[in-house]
Structure formats: structure tokens, C-alpha cells
């Protein structure tokens, strides 16, 4: 029930006390209040049973070409109209989709597990190590990640890296530029925390290591990287759409949002055949703003000191 | 859990005799770094050569004002802030001189109350929990009885047993302040330092926290070094009094002897600032001059002498011994 107070709490009979709302329940009533992190959070759970559930029910295959109905305008049959290949682009929306937020949560997954152990470690143990590691992070932030992206991309395209690689390359291509900016902040978050007055209490108390580390320090870190994974993930989606849209990221014929805007990036398609391009950016851009007022409602709700 | 079957005071051997706490010449500085290089370029002298000895069961009152280095004495007792040099003995052992495991073990023994109720509980730990984990950390209680000291030792302190499963947030400052006393309190401490445990709250709870202190001390037996810049505090709690200046004791007496024969001017000038409740008792006042200088570069001779209103030409250039003035009265001023 409540895991942030651990052993104590969880061991007792607590028959005799009156009801024991942890704080991670006061927090979810608390987001439950607000509608515009809720609505948020609606949306993302809206995209994602639709992008793994909604091709199953498309009668179009995957990425079957038709020359036959190439480009045609939305219509009863194909909802959103067909690209150039006269592949459904509905059908073809939802796997991106799929791609899309695969990419954007397995990069953020990675990028906060890389992050937060290199920042925790630097924090813990100081001198040395902290300054190796926070100087190897301090150089990833200097050049912009972008640039990086662009380069890492067209060295992939160069040594002809098989195409179905491509997504998981993408994956650790972002984590690795994301992870410098989270292990800073957990590093000085950590770094706050030991010089709270509640951390030499523990020491006053001769607590020994492992519960200050898990019962007094981790809870207190754990809502803010909630908070931050959750925002992280929206960045991911942009970047991963930004590499492919270049053409960098991961490749055709596997959609992803990114690449399926490509299409505007020759002037007929753009004025002729806006179908092709408008949803997938409709797409990122609800879903990325779909996260972010989520993540803000998680940030304004995970204080503890906070009432109501 | 390996450290259930180590009691927390089987790590020492305490001697026969020996005070329960002796501080010998301790002195805590500060390294001032400034440059590319981080260098050292000079101490803060927070606490510059204090000697203490506390017996069990006496109270002792640490007075001075802000930044005279009291603070500084109880943390550099307890470990929490590493002295410079100087001996800490805690029933005949140098606390500085033994392994990280078993000051570990001894630390339930000296307890430190914290300043500010507000920062020194985790507001993610229940109050309940912050109470009890030393005892189970220490395998001092079993599980099952946990609950149960926990509950003693909130009744104790004035709270009631339904506060046993709430958050610090949910608590005024002075309940924050009596759970911070029960967190100490349930580990049965020989040694309590109160390091201003009641300069945050306000006048009436800071009564019902000192009482609170007293009570503990009739009922339990307890030790306290309690640190306070507040005088009428200090006169109410303590049996005898330090008065510290810039890292150094000034004087040393028992409560009494100290409020009626001072003999340090700077404890003359502390106690005429103390309110008195007669409106038209016509005092002396003596209003020092200046601010404490600076710890980095104290001043040479007497350290007083610089705001001190009787400071001859021996007080600039020579230390002043810590003298015995007979009936446990001591005092570092030339011209007594």
C-alpha cells in the first residue's frame, strides 16, 4: 500500500488506526481535481489504444502498394485518402503512431535509467567520479544535440545499417543525447537532499546507508523523475520526427509520424495533397501537448506539501 | 539484520568515573577556498579551543549570539560536523577515534535536536515511521513493539496516538518540534544536545517545549546541552551556564552564581539586555558597540576586546587564561 514509507509502516497491524491515505493517493485525487491533466492523460491513453488496437481493424494491409488509387482525396473508403503509393494513409497513420510512441517511450526509458544512475552516482560519491562523469555530460549539452543526431543519422545511411534497425538505432541515438540533461538534475537533486536537515538527523540517528538511501532519499527523487520522464517523452516523439522527416531517423517503408510529413516536403504534394500531411502533424502536435499538460498536472500534484 | 543482535552500547567500554561527556580543547575550523584552484586561503575559526565536561544528569546552557560558534560545539560533538582538533569523550571514549560502525552503534546514545522543526523531518516519512525506524534500524525493539514504543513516547511528548500515521506537513511548528524530541526520545539517549530547539516557535509554545524539556528530565534522568541565545531560556532549564564569544568560552558558572555575580564583561552586557518584568526597576544598561567580528581574522589578545568597554592595553596583546574563580566559577577576562 504505501511503498514510500516501506518496512515500518507495512508491517504493522493497522486495524487500530484510523484509514491510511499514502501520498501517492492524496496525489491521485489530487490529479483526478484537475481536468486539464486529466483530459491530457485521456488523450494519451485515447492514442495509444487507437495506434496498437486501430490497424487490427483496418481492412487495408500495412503497407500494401496500389498504384491503382494512388493519391486520392479523403472518402468514405479510405478516411483520411491515400499517398503516393496508394497505401491507406489512416492505416498508415496508426502504425506510425505505433512507431512513434515506441520510440519516444523506450528512448525516455533508457535515457532516465542511463541518467539517473550516472547523476545518483556522481552525487553519492563525489570528488573524482562526479567530476569525470558531470564534465562527460557538461560536453554532450555543449554541442547541440541536433547536429549530433544529423551526423549519427547520415553515418547510419552511409555504413547501410538494415532498415528494421533502424527504430531501436534511433532509440539509443536519442537516449543518448537526452540522458546528459536528466543526470544533472538528479545529480543536484541528490546533492540537496544530503545537505537537507532530515538527511543529519539520519545521520544523528546512525541510520545505516541502504535505509537512507531507499527510505529517505529515493522518495524524495522518485516524483520529480516521474515528472520528468513524462515531459521527456514528448521531446523524444519531436526529435525522433524531426530525424525522420530529414530522412535520418528511421526509414521508409516503416512509418513514423516524422517521415509521413516528408511528404510535405515537395511543393505538390504540400498544396495538392494535404492529407498526406496534415494528420501525422496534427498527430504530434496533440499528442506532444497531450504530455506536457499531463506532465505539468503530475508536477503541480507530486508535493506533498501541498493540500487539495 | 545483522545489527539485531548487537546491543548499541556493547561497542564501547564505558570507565569507571569518567564524566559522561568531556570535551578537551575542541576546535572546529572552516577552510575558506577561493581561486581557480580551489585553494585554501584561511580558516573560519568557528570554534577555537572549548573545554567542557558534562556530568549525567546536569543540564548545561551553551549562551553567545549568533555566529559565536555554539552551534558549531554541539555538532562538532556529536560527529555531524568534523572537528579540527581537540578530544570529544563520551564516557571515556574518543568519539573521533573509533570505527565507522561502532560510532554508529553509539550514536542513539547522544541525540541532537534540531533547530528548525520544519527541515529536520522528511516530509515524505510519517511520523510514525520517522519515530521508530532508528529503533528497528538498531534492532533496539522488535517489529511487533515498535508501534507500541512509538506510542509511549508520543504521549510522552504531548501528541496524541492517532499523529502516529500522519505527515510532518499536517503538523504545527511546536508538534513538529515535540516530534522531533520523540524521534530522539524513543531511543532512551544518555545525552540530548538541544541546539536552539525553541528560537523557530513562538512565545507560548516555546514555554510548553521547555517545560516539556524539564518534564523529561524529572522523569528520565536525561543530559542536555542546551544551546540557546536566548538568556531567561537558558536561567529557567539549566543547572550551569557557558556563555561562548567568537569560538572561545568567556565563562563558565552554575546558573545562579553566573545571573548574580557576573564577572565577564560580555556576560554583564548579556544579562542587562534581558527583560525583566518590573517596568520602573531602573537598570543598568550596557549596549555594546559593533558586530562580532569576523571568525576568519579574530581579533589578537583578548577577542573581546574590540567591543569590550573596559579593554586595557594587555587585553590587545595577551590571551587571557581560563581561570578558576572559586565555586565552579571560570572566567577568561585579565581584569577580574
Known amino acids: 500500500m504505501s511503498s514510500i514509507t516501506g518496512g515500518l509502516a507495512d508491517t504493522k497491524q493497522t486495524a487500530a488506526s484510523p484509514i491510511r491515505s499514502s501520498l501517492w493517493r492524496q496525489a491521485f485525487r489530487r490529479l483526478r481535481k484537475n481536468k486539464l491533466a486529466m483530459a491530457g492523460l485521456a488523450f494519451i491513453v485515447f492514442m495509444f489504444l487507437v495506434c496498437f488496437f486501430g490497424p487490427l481493424f483496418s481492412p487495408y494491409a500495412n503497407n500494401k502498394i496500389n498504384p491503382a488509387i494512388m493519391n486520392q482525396a479523403p472518402s468514405f473508403k479510405h478516411w483520411l485518402g491515400t499517398d503516393l503509393l496508394g497505401r491507406d494513409v489512416l492505416t498508415r497513420l496508426l502504425q506510425a503512431g505505433r512507431i512513434s510512441l515506441t520510440v519516444g517511450i523506450a528512448s525516455m526509458i533508457i535515457s532516465v535509467i542511463i541518467g539517473s544512475i550516472l547523476g545518483a552516482v556522481a552525487a553519492y560519491y563525489r570528488g573524482i567520479v562526479d567530476q569525470i562523469i558531470m564534465r562527460i555530460a557538461d560536453l554532450l549539452l555543449t554541442i547541440p544535440s541536433l547536429p549530433i543526431l544529423f551526423i549519427l543519422g547520415a553515418l547510419l545511411s552511409e555504413w547501410k545499417v538494415p532498415v528494421e534497425y533502424r527504430m531501436y538505432i534511433v532509440m539509443l541515438m536519442l537516449s543518448f543525447v537526452g540522458w546528459p540533461g536528466l543526470a544533472r538534475l538528479v545529480r543536484s537533486q541528490m546533492l540537496t537532499i544530503r545537505e537537507r536537515e532530515y538527511m543529519q538527523a539520519a545521520i544523528v540517528l546512525g541510520l545505516n546507508d541502504r535505509r537512507k538511501l531507499f527510505n529517505h532519499m529515493i522518495p524524495n527523487i522518485v516524483p520529480l523523475l516521474i515528472v520528468i520522464s513524462t515531459l521527456s517523452i514528448g521531446g523524444a516523439i519531436l526529435s525522433e520526427s524531426v530525424l525522420s522527416f530529414f530522412g535520418l531517423g528511421v526509414m521508409p517503408p516503416t512509418p513514423t509520424w516524422g517521415n509521413m510529413i516528408d511528404a510535405a516536403n515537395n511543393l505538390i504534394d504540400f498544396e495538392q495533397h494535404p492529407w498526406l500531411w496534415i494528420p501525422p502533424g496534427v498527430a504530434i502536435f496533440t499528442t506532444v501537448i497531450a504530455i506536457n499538460i499531463f506532465g505539468d498536472g503530475l508536477r503541480d500534484v507530486l508535493d506533498p506539501k501541498q493540500k487539495k | ?336
Open chain 2, 1 to 336: 539484520m545483522a545489527e539485531l543482535t548487537i546491543a548499541a552500547s556493547e561497542g564501547i567500554t564505558p570507565q569507571q568515573n569518567a564524566p559522561l561527556l568531556e570535551v578537551k580543547d575542541l576546535k572546529t575550523y572552516f577552510p575558506i577556498k577561493s581561486g581557480l584552484f580551489n585553494r585554501t586561503v584561511g580558516y573560519v575559526k568557528a570554534v577555537d579551543g572549548i573545554s567542557l565536561t558534562l556530568q549525567a544528569g546536569e543540564t548545561f546552557g551553551l549562551v553567545g549570539e549568533s555566529g559565536s560558534g555554539k552551534s558549531t560545539v554541539g555538532r562538532s560533538i556529536i560527529r555531524l560536523t568534523e572537528k579540527t582538533s581537540g578530544e570529544v569523550l563520551y564516557k571515556g571514549n574518543d568519539l573521533y577515534n573509533m570505527p565507522e560502525k561502532e560510532l554508529r552503534h553509539l550514536r542513539p546514545k547522544m541525540q541532537l535536536i534540531f533547530q528548525d522543526p520544519y527541515s529536520s523531518l522528511n516530509p515524505r516519512v510519517r511520523v510514525g515511521d520517522a519515530i521508530g525506524e532508528a529503533l528497528l534500524n538498531h534492532g533496539l525493539a522488535p517489529k511487533e513493539e515498535t508501534r507500541d514504543r512509538v506510542l509511549d513516547v508520543l504521549q510522552a511528548c504531548g501528541l496524541s496516538s492517532y499523529h502516529i500515521d500522519r505527515f510532518p506537513h499536517e503538523f504545527s511548528g511546536g508538534q513538529r518540534q515535540r516530534i522531533g524530541i520523540a524521534r530522539a526520545l524513543i531511543l532512551n539517549p544518555d545525552l540530548i544536545i538541544a541546539d536552539e530547539p525553541v528560537s523557530a516557535l513562538d512565545v507560548s509554545i516555546q514555554a510548553q517545549i521547555i517545560n516539556l524539556f524539564r518534564k523529561l528530565q524529572m522523569t528520565r534522568g536525561l543530559t542536555y546541552l542546551f544551546i540557546s541565545h536566548d538568556l531567561s531560556v537558558v536561567e529557567h532549564l539549566c543547572s550551569r551556564i557557558g556563555v561562548m564569544y567568537l569560538g572561545t568560552m568567556m565563562e563558565t558558572a552554575p546558573r545562579d552564581e553566573l545571573f548574580t555575580h557576573p564577572l565577564h564583561p560580555y556576560t554583564k552586557a548579556l544579562l542587562s539586555a534581558v527583560p525583566v518584568p518590573i517596568p520602573r526597576l531602573k537598570r543598568e544598561r550596557i549596549v555594546l558597540k559593533g558586530d562580532i567580528p569576523n571568525p576568519a581574522n579574530p581579533p589578537a589578545g583578548c577577542k573581546f576586546h574590540t567591543r569590550c568597554p573596559y579593554a586595557t592595553d594587555i587585553c590587545r596583546q595577551l590571551v587571557p587564561e581560563f581561570r578558576h574563580m572559586g565555586s565552579e566559577h571560570y572566567v577568561a577576562c585579565h581584569l577580574v
